[in-house]
């Protein structure tokens, strides 16, 4: 069934706490809100609700309706939230509850509930301009805290949703949970349209019953409970909700068997944890994407993988590398960024690459964190930093050496790790790094990197220069001892 053009597979189910829907009301309400959307006048639709049917069925409505949708990140701060309004010239808003947009004093109000929404209004004098034919604007904190908006066509959305669907239909699967907000473009596109298109069902709890607290905590427990229940036969993770689903079944905890594909992305993963992960019974698929094409851009699938890669590059997509080793993609691609009218056809990620002779791609790092040491060698720290996290001893690590004679890591310990367990796991990931890119010496965070503490994006990206800024007076003193220590009979 076709509804604008969003193809809606036959069978689809989509599952919420008040109960599920099949396909034909999905239809129906989606119909129903590109109707309203169209009714309204509505230019740009922000939409601020947790993960349900509802959010789907008003996200697809847009879609229909020819209306740029702007998903708003619910962890997103209240300064971030007024920016994206302000800055999409977002004139309606679906949300639940209304309060805090209300509250930002940004001129909305209140005028009516749809669809298990509230939809609050307000005139937008001087719109900015949006590229033509945008059909999906996604911001992303990335490692500043002003977000950026990715504008995104509906032919590159509804490309890699379909080409996702063909790639996993061998595997048959019929239940897919959405564990990752739907603000975040990879559950949104790569997850419940790819499953909708299919004919699955899609179950969407709140990020409360995953185990994501409001305080930005995460309790594993809750994630472990929520896959007993549902029973899904696909998820998508972060590196550190994978992580934790391999310790908890390290530690004699039970996984649904149901599970056949569980992709993960969004940050390095390294392949030590997805050989833990398989042998746990967790079936991990490392790939890789960017929001400016439409998320997923290489994925290792079953049959066509390669440990340590990103997979190979998805047919629609086309990837080289440049002369500097930076990855380079064309072939569906974003429209442009607000308030940049052009983009060159193929984006240039920012992150280092190379391809194996058999077309899998294996990313290395962020370009732009590449340092400099004193010796004058360049480390990229996602080197080091995801041989560390290969530990259960640790949680997160990042690591500094700009103009620095040795590597400093600022770790975090899993609870009750002693120093013991941390030394052991640095000299198990120095053995697999060149001298230059060793850890010399190590300090203990005094606190997770979180959003909380501006340490962190919400989704888990470091933010090196908070991080430096709250341990680097310490880098001289820590290498300084590790090098006495070293040196003592």
């Known amino acids: 069934m076709t509804v604008g053009r969003f193809s809606i597979g036959d069978g689809c189910v989509v599952e919420g706490v008040r109960g599920a829907i099949g ?188 185990g994501f607290a409001t305080d930005g905590r995460f309790e594993p427990e809750r994630l472990l409970q929520c896959l007993q229940q549902s029973q899904p036969e696909s998820l998508i993770l972060l590196p550190e909700l994978l992580k934790a689903l391999v310790e908890m079944r390290e530690s004699g905890a039970r996984l649904p068997t149901s599970l056949k594909f569980v992709a993960v992305g969004g940050g390095r993963v390294g392949a030590q944890l997805v050989e833990r992960a398989r042998a746990s019974g967790i079936p991990a698929f490392e790939g890789y994407g960017l929001s400016e094409c439409a998320s997923v851009v290489s994925l290792n699938l079953p049959g066509a993988e390669r440990a340590g890669s990103a997979g190979r590059p998805l047919p629609h997509q086309r990837v080289r590398i440049a002369n500097d080793g930076e990855i380079c993609v064309a072939g569906n691609s974003m429209l442009g960024y607000l308030g940049c009218a052009v983009v060159e056809r193929a984006i240039a990620t920012g992150d280092l690459g190379e391809f194996d002779s058999d077309g899998f791609l294996y990313v290395r790092g962020r370009k732009k964190n590449q340092f400099i040491t004193s010796f004058g060698r360049n480390v990229n720290p996602e080197w080091p930093e995801a041989l560390l996290l290969q530990s259960p001893a640790l949680r997160q690590a990042a690591v500094f050496g700009e103009a620095l004679p ?84």
């Open 23 to 210: 396909f034909r009301a999905l239809a129906k309400h989606v119909a129903g809100w590109r109707d309203y959307l169209v009714a309204h006048d509505v230019r740009v639709l922000g939409l601020l609700a947790e993960n349900s049917p509802e959010w789907l069925t008003c996200d697809l409505g847009a879609r229909a309706a020819g209306v740029a949708c702007v998903p708003l990140p619910p962890f997103f701060s209240d300064g971030q939230l007024a920016h994206v309004l302000d800055t999409a010239s977002i004139d309606t808003v679906a949300v639940s509850p209304a309060q805090r947009i209300i509250a930002l004093d940004r001129g909305f109000k209140a005028i009516q509930t749809h669809a298990g929404l509230t939809v609050v209004q307000r005139i937008v004098k001087r719109p900015e301009a949006i590229p033509a034919g945008t059909g999906k604007i996604t911001f992303t904190s990335g490692s500043t805290g002003t977000p950026k908006g990715v504008c995104l066509g509906d032919e590159a959305v509804m490309s890699l949703a379909a080409v996702l669907r063909e790639a996993l239909e061998p595997l048959r699967i019929r239940r897919h949970l959405s564990v990752m907000p739907y603000a975040m473009l990879l559950e949104n596109v790569a997850g419940a349209y790819a499953a909708i298109m299919a004919g699955a069902t899609v179950i969407a709890p709140p990020m409360s019953e995953i």
């Open 406 to 489: 040795g590597n400093v890591a600022v770790l975090v310990p899993s609870p009750g790790e002693a120093d013991a367990a941390i030394e052991q796991a640095i000299t198990h990931a120095n053995q697999e790094l060149p001298g230059y890119a060793h850890v010399s010496a190590w300090l203990r965070a005094s606190a997770p990197f979180s959003a909380a503490n501006g340490q962190a994006t919400a989704n888990g990206r470091l933010k090196r220069a908070a991080i430096e800024s709250a341990y680097g007076g310490r880098f001289q003193d820590v290498l300084r001892e590790a090098t006495c220590h070293e040196s003592q009979p």
